[in-house]
T-cell receptor, first 112, second 115 residues
Framework: DAGVTQSPTHLIKTRGQQVTLRCSPI?????VSWYQQVLGQGPQFIFQ???????GRGNFPDRFSARQFPNYSSELNVNALLLGDSALYLC???????????FGQGTRLTVV | AQSVTQLGSHVSVSEGALVLLRCNYS??????LFWYVQYPNQGLQLLLK??????LVKGINGFEAEFKKSETSFHLTKPSAHMSDAAEYFC?????????????FGAGTQVVVTP
């Protein structure tokens, strides 16, 4: 079975630009969560979606937004990129939202 | 509010020696506790989890952890380190159904295994 897949794996953006990151959950999983991992730190929770509804939001500015589609895939959007947004963005899926979470390989975003 | 503290950002162990990684948590409700491992340029892999029941939890690759409520701890151990155990390890806490699966991670412990 395919695991959690994220695209792209790497990208470089310029300050002020907008970026969209994509995540496909494991088949049968209805919940997707997004985390930001800055180099040398633990992952920080950004969003959780379950059945296309936002179920949780971390302490991130409104420049960060997300959505979940009917097939349970998800997109994370970040507007007006700052240098500090450079990080590994991780997507995790789970069956219900509070069962075991499986993580993808992440998208490495570099803002220059 | 929930939080996690991992004691020691770097741990160096000899191959064959005991691995001990320390994790303390705070939570206003009975916690769910997790240990994840991250290899370079990869995502997180679940090693083990505690939700309810037996407080000694066995995971993959020979790791185990014990939930001690009185000490608010969930330390990770492995009796004999292998070179392949070199990675970064994260302890995480969730408030279970109350938090819809939001994980609060510690800062991580980098494990180096020397021959």
């Amino acid at each position: 079975d395919a695991g959690v897949t994220q695209s792209p794996t790497h990208l470089i953006k310029t300050r002020g630009q907008q970026v969209t990151l994509r995540c496909s959950p494991i088949s049968g999983h209805k919940s997707v969560s997004w985390y930001q991992q800055v180099l040398g730190q633990g992952p920080q929770f950004i969003f959780q979606y379950y059945e296309k509804e936002e179920r949780g939001r971390g302490n991130f500015p409104d420049r960060f937004s997300a959505r979940q589609f009917p097939n349970y895939s998800s997109e994370l959007n970040v507007n007006a990129l700052l240098l500090g947004d450079s990080a590994l963005y991780l997507c995790a899926s789970s069956r219900t939202g509070y069962t075991e979470a499986f993580f993808g390989q992440g998208t490495r975003l570099t803002v220059v | 509010a929930q939080s996690v503290t991992q004691l020691g950002s770097h741990v160096s162990v000899s191959e064959g020696a005991l691995v001990l990684l320390r994790c303390n948590y705070s939570s206003s409700v009975p916690p769910y506790l997790f240990w994840y491992v991250q290899y370079p340029n990869q995502g997180l892999q679940l090693l083990l989890k505690y939700t309810t029941g037996a407080t000694l939890v066995k995971g993959i690759n020979g790791f185990e952890a014990e939930f001690k409520k009185s000490e608010t701890s969930f330390h990770l151990t492995k009796p004999s380190a292998h070179m392949s155990d070199a990675a970064e390890y994260f302890c995480a806490v969730s408030e279970g159904t109350d938090s819809w699966g939001k994980l609060q991670f510690g800062a991580g412990t980098q494990v180096v295994v020397t021959p």
